[in-house]
T-cell receptor
């Protein structure tokens, strides 16, 4: 059974550019969440999508956005990149949002470096 | 405000030296407490989910326990391959969906 797949794994962008990251959840999973991981702030929640609807959003500026498609695949976009956006971006998937027995699995992440 | 604090930040053990990692949490309406292991450059690997005080789960050399205020990850007779960062996260609040709030992690190093 394939795990959570994220692409690309590594990318370098210039300040002011935008970037789109992709996530394919585990087959059958309908909930997809995105997290940003940095050495200083740790893992921080960006947003969650369930059945193509954003269910929750973290405390990030509007430059961070996402969407989910009918096949549960998700993308996140960061516009007008800043140096501070350099981070590991992690995607997580689960069958549903929460509840007993609902395991949340993470992908390997996309390493973004902004120069 | 929901919060998770892990201690210690770093832990160095000799192979075979058992110890415990702590995760203290403040959350309104705990719906699950998660433990993950993360190796450098990789995504978090799921270990356990605990749902109610008194619950315990085991996997190989790891055992997780939960009280109303904290969780412990006990590592029995660790091996060098157990070296990693261990992350604790909570899911709380019925209007929070699937959001996980993470602690800063405990970096475990096991020397042979």
């Amino acid at each position: 059974k394939a795990g959570v797949t994220q692409t690309p794994r590594y990318l370098i962008k210039t300040r002011g550019q935008q970037v789109t990251l992709s996530c394919s959840p585990i087959s059958g999973h309908r909930s997809v969440s995105w997290y940003q991981q940095t050495p200083g702030q740790g893992l921080q929640f960006l947003f969650e999508y369930f059945s193509e609807t954003q269910r929750n959003k973290g405390n990030f500026p509007g430059r961070f956005s996402g969407r989910q498609f009918s096949n549960s695949r998700s993308e996140m976009n960061v516009s007008t990149l800043e140096l501070g956006d350099s981070a590991l971006y992690l995607c997580a998937s689960s069958l549903v949002s929460s509840g007993p027995g609902n395991t949340i699995y993470f992908g390997e992440g996309s390493w973004l470096t902004v120069v | 405000e929901d919060q998770v604090t892990q201690s210690p930040e770093a832990l160095r053990l000799q192979e075979g030296e058992s110890s415990s990692l702590n995760c203290s949490y403040t959350v309104s309406g705990l719906r699950g407490l998660f433990w993950y292991r993360q190796d450098p450059g990789k995504g978090p690997e799921f270990l356990f989910t605990l749902y109610s005080a008194g619950e315990e789960k085991e996997k190989e050399r790891l055992k997780a326990t939960l009280t109303k205020k904290e969780s412990f990850l006990h590592i029995t007779a660790p091996k060098p391959e157990d070296s990693a960062t261990y992350l604790c996260a909570v899911q709380g609040g019925y209007n929070q969906g699937g959001k996980l709030i993470f602690g800063q992690g405990t970096e475990l190093s096991v020397k042979p």
